[in-house]
């Protein structure tokens, strides 16, 4: 069966400092995978989707980047951390020509 | 674009009360749509979905039907317990446009007091 991690669980960054959030995915090949954001009280923003290695989109302009340096292993980072990056991330992936999103169980970043 | 419009509530019911959540989406195509829940602390699970008109979705007491003709997808459940105490999500995958990206609701929290 197919499973999703992240780590970390929880991250408090101070402002400024870098940020490397990892995402990988077992039990299957090739996913579409994708980073949202979740802040406090709102709803889902989607940040990044790969379709393949290398092959990163950018929904919306920010302060973030993603890399996928390997098929299962999707990263989020950021060189100098802002307070609005405060939030939840979650990180999902979904099989080639499926329906359904799978999420991981989310990274709580505090940045202060 | 497309768009998902839910019930944003929150809402607070109490044990083996009825719940409706209304979810609506706007596409250029027939969208495949899908419920989702986050429990605290959590990430989303997917609850149920629903790939064309007329197709019910259920899962866990809840249900959603996919209306084709106001493209809603209500989701339902007759008697709700404390532990369906939760964030739900709706989303929407636009079937004419790309597959690789979900379109969610701004999500609606639900309390189910004892």
């Known amino acids: 069966s197919q499973t999703i991690h992240q780590w970390p669980a929880t991250l408090v960054q101070p402002v400024g400092s870098p940020l490397s959030l990892e995402c990988t995915v077992e039990?299957?090949?090739?996913?579409?995978l994708y980073w949202y954001r979740q802040a406090a009280g709102r709803g889902l923003q989607l940040l990044f989707y790969?379709?393949?290695?290398?092959?990163i989109s950018s929904e919306v302009p920010q302060n973030l980047s993603a890399s996928r340096p390997q098929d299962r292993q999707f990263i989020l980072s950021s060189k100098k951390l802002l307070l609005s990056d405060s939030g939840f991330y979650l990180c999902?992936?979904?099989?080639?020509?499926?329906?359904?999103?799978?999420f991981g169980p989310g990274t709580r970043l505090l940045v202060l | 674009g497309d768009s998902v419009t839910q019930m944003e509530g929150p809402v607070t019911l109490s044990e083996e009360a009825f719940l409706t959540i209304n979810c609506t989406y706007t596409?250029?195509?027939?969208?495949?749509l899908f419920w989702y829940v986050q429990y605290p602390g959590e990430g989303l699970q997917l609850l149920l979905k629903?790939?064309?008109?007329?197709d019910k979705g259920s899962n866990k007491g809840f249900e959603a039907t996919y209306r084709k003709e106001t493209t809603s997808f209500h989701l339902e459940k007759g008697s709700v317990q404390v532990s369906d105490s939760a964030v739900y999500f709706c989303?929407?995958?636009?079937?004419?446009?790309?597959?690789?990206?979900?379109?969610f609701g701004k999500g609606t929290l639900l309390t189910v007091n004892p």
């Open positions: 999902a992936w979904q099989g080639k020509n499926q329906e359904t999103q799978y």
């Open positions: 039990g299957t090949s090739n996913p579409n």
């Open positions: 790969s379709v393949g290695i290398g092959q």
């Open positions: 596409a250029t195509g027939y969208p495949s």
């Open positions: 629903a790939t064309k008109a007329d």
């Open positions: 989303a929407g995958r636009d079937s004419g446009g790309s597959n690789y990206k979900l379109t």
